[in-house]
């Protein structure tokens, strides 16, 4: 049961493999929907300063019953961030938010500020004043794990060019459709999990006809093959719900994808359209 596995990170600390994303939850929403998707069987849950939702999600850590230890917590550090001294106070504003005395892991949430998502301007010496901080909040065993979000290969080899602690993640948008291969490979050769939000690519999956006659044929939703096709890239997909049919849904993936179809999942067309999501940096296709 996929609930039950995990993967390693370079230093050893165990990742569940499926986690529980919380964009777009409100923060009076997610306390519910950590209690559940922990009853469910959910151990990873994925929060983020930009979700305005840290606090709710450390009630839901409080009020789900299980042991502070049996949880995998991840936050990130807000993509505006770009100075030593403004990533030491959001680390531990974050830890304070939450309510705890330390998370599992932090990564920095885009190599680029929002409002410049795509530019040319990489922000190379910010974030490396950023994973500064963050490297030193996991010496002193505040964060358990750090790591990348929608870093590109040269954001990434900026990272290794400098640091003392190498990243143990990059959290990417990755799900059928849009699969970066090339990214994929060379975070994974440093040493790197991959981890893929919007699996199922923001809904828009639902849409295509191809996918849909896939998903049938294997008797499973198309959330499921999206979630299952991540799995068996080696990624750690991150699907986004607060319903509980739906978790239990996302997390009942115990099928195998053949090799000729993972082949033609792989270079199905590309998704040109998220839908109302393109309104949001990451689904504006200017990556």
Known sequence: MILKES?????????????LGTWMIDNDDVKQAVVDAVEIGYRHIDTAQAYQNESGVGEGIRACGVDREELFITTKLAAEVKS?????????????????D???MMIIHSPQPWKDFGSEDRYFEGNREAWKALEEAYEAGKLRAIGLSNFQKEDVAN????????????????????????????????????????????????????VVELAEKYGVSVAQLGIRYVLQL??????????????????????????????????????????????????????
Do not use: W
């Open 234 to 287: 080696g990624l750690l997909p991150l699907p986004k719900t607060a319903k509980p049919n739906h978790m239990k849904n996302n997390a009942d993936v115990d099928f195998t994808i053949s090799e000729e179809d993972m082949d033609f999942l792989k270079n199905i067309e590309t998704i040109k359209d998220y839908g109302e999501a393109s309104v949001m940096p990451v689904f504006g296709g200017k990556l």
């Open 159 to 210: 990272i290794l060019s400098a640091c003392t602690v190498k990243p143990m993640v990059n959290q990417i948008l990755a799900h059928i459709s849009n699969t970066p291969m090339e990214l994929i490979q060379y975070t994974q050769k440093q040493d790197m999990l991959v981890e893929a939000y919007s699996p199922i690519a923001h809904g828009e999956l639902l849409k295509n006809d191809k």
């Open 84 to 100: 030593y001294e403004e990533a030491v106070s959001a680390i531990d504003q974050s830890l304070e938010t939450m309510g705890l």
């Open 102 to 104: 330390y998370i599992d």
């Open 7 to 19: 993967y390693s990170l370079a230093n050893e600390m165990k990742i569940p493999k499926l986690g």
